[in-house]
Nanobody
Framework: QVQLVESGGGLVQAGDSLRLSCAASGRTFGTYAMGWFRQAPGKEREFVAAINSWSDSSTDYADSVKGRFTISRDNNNNTLYLQMTSLKPEDTAVYYC?????????????????WGQGTRVTVSS
């Protein structure tokens, strides 16, 4: 098991940038594939971005964020990041990081075993 704690959320204006962080406990962070998901008010949780474990840090993005968001990881510091640029009001949501102890990431939330508590991002127009 890995404990996950997100941070970096806040209130920004459309067009601004924001970087989310997800701090993980333990010494095996690098062996986990990681993902970012988000849940907007009244909507289901949706996939945002994912990255494979350290043996293969391939990335995957939802079409809605491709070209604007960048997922990355620092295995030495047990931290996952989501750099968000050109933010839009429709990016408003609670953002969650998730971990699964496999090499390959997934777009499906049911494939992840460990979740953080979430950090809220609000983008005003």
């Amino acid at each position: 098991q890995v404990q996950l704690v997100e941070s970096g959320g806040g209130l920004v204006q459309a067009g601004d940038s924001l970087r989310l962080s997800c701090a993980a406990s333990g010494r095996t962070f690098g062996t986990y594939a990681m993902g970012w998901f988000r849940q907007a008010p009244g909507k289901e949780r949706e996939f945002v971005a994912a990255i494979n474990s350290w043996s293969d840090s391939s990335t995957d993005y939802a079409d809605s964020v491709k070209g604007r968001f960048t997922i990355s990881r620092d295995n030495n510091n047990n931290t996952l990041y989501l750099q968000m640029t050109s933010l839009k009001p429709e990016d408003t949501a609670v953002y969650y990081c998730a971990a699964r102890r496999t090499r390959s990431s997934s777009r499906y939330d049911f494939n992840y075993d460990n979740w953080g508590q979430g950090t809220r991002v609000t983008v005003s127009s």
